[in-house]
C-alpha cells in the first residue's frame, strides 16, 4: 500500500500556507494535477479565500462577502484568476533606484507603506530618488485589446526634476506559447514631461494611461514605468498597475 507524500501528509493548515506561497493561478493548477490529494488540497474555499487576502487585501474579500455570503470554491478561484491577470498591487510591484548617498538617517527613498484610501491598503511611495524603474508583470492574460492605467497619488511636494525630465510608460507582451522562447512579440511606449503629473488633483488617487496593447495569443503582459534623469523625484504614491479590456471597461 503507498504511503501519502510528505506535502499531504502535513496538517490542513500548513498545507495552505505553502499553496498560497504557489500564487501564480497557473502554478496551482500544475499543482492540483499530480494526484487527487493534490486536487483536494488545492480546491478547498479557505485556500482561494485566503489568497484573495494575501494578494489583494481585506477590502477586496470584504466587497466579494457582501454580495453573498455563499462564495463557492469555484466562483473564488475564477475571482483570484481574474484579479491575477488584470492588477498587480503596490507589494508585488518590481522597483529599481538609486538615492542620495550621504543621507544620514532616513534610508527610506522608495517604500511601501500603508496609506488610507488604498484599494489593497499598501502603497509603493516615492519619497526621495535620483534613478526610478518601477515594472510589473501579468500572467495569463487572455486575448483582446488593454488599457494599462496606474493607480497614482501626488502630494504637495510632488517633484519630478526640471521641465525637460521625461517620464516613460511602456508595455509589451510575450506569448506564453511562442515557438520563440522569450520572444517579446509587441511593445509600445507613452512619454510624460513632469508638468502631466504636477497637474494631477494633490492626494487624490488618479489612473494614468499607460498605453494601449493588441493581444492576440494567451500572453504575460510587462509593464514598465521608468524615469533616469538626474534630478531628485519625490511626492508620488502608486496603489497599483490594472490592465482594463476596451471592450468590457467594468470587469475589473
Not at 52 to 62: C, E, M, N, S
Not at 206 to 230: E, M, T, Y
Request: one cysteine or more.
Amino acid at each position: 500500500m503507498s504511503q501519502p507524500s510528505s506535502l499531504l501528509a502535513l496538517p490542513r493548515d500548513v498545507q495552505q500556507i505553502i499553496c498560497q506561497h504557489l500564487f501564480v493561478a497557473a502554478d496551482l493548477h500544475s499543482l492540483e494535477l499530480c494526484s487527487a490529494g493534490c486536487h483536494q488540497m488545492v480546491n478547498r474555499p479557505a485556500l482561494w479565500q485566503g489568497l484573495l487576502v494575501q494578494r489583494f487585501g481585506q477590502l477586496t474579500a470584504d466587497q466579494l462577502f457582501q454580495t453573498t455570503t455563499q462564495l463557492s470554491m469555484l466562483d473564488l478561484r475564477q475571482k483570484y484568476v481574474q484579479l491575477s491577470r488584470q492588477i498587480v498591487p503596490a507589494l508585488e510591484m518590481q522597483a529599481i533606484h538609486l538615492a542620495k548617498a550621504n543621507t544620514p538617517t532616513d534610508p527610506q527613498y522608495l517604500v511601501h507603506k500603508a496609506m488610507a484610501g488604498s484599494t489593497f491598503g499598501t502603497v509603493l511611495h516615492l519619497r526621495d530618488v535620483c534613478w526610478l524603474d518601477i515594472s510589473a508583470s501579468f500572467q495569463g492574460v487572455l486575448p483582446g485589446e488593454y488599457q494599462v492605467l496606474w493607480r497614482t497619488r501626488t502630494n504637495h511636494f510632488c517633484n519630478l526634476g526640471s521641465p525637460y525630465s521625461e517620464v516613460h510608460m511602456s508595455l509589451s507582451c510575450e506569448r506564453v506559447h511562442s515557438s520563440k522562447d522569450g520572444s517579446q512579440e509587441e511593445q509600445t511606449e507613452i512619454v510624460y514631461k513632469p508638468s502631466h503629473f504636477h497637474d494631477l488633483p494633490v492626494r487624490q488617487w488618479v489612473d494614468v494611461p499607460g498605453g494601449n496593447i493588441l493581444i492576440a495569443d494567451f500572453a504575460k503582459v510587462f509593464v514598465r514605468l521608468w524615469c533616469h534623469s538626474g534630478e531628485w523625484k519625490s511626492g508620488l504614491s502608486w496603489d497599483y498597475v490594472k490592465l482594463v479590456d476596451v471592450n468590457q471597461p467594468l470587469s475589473v
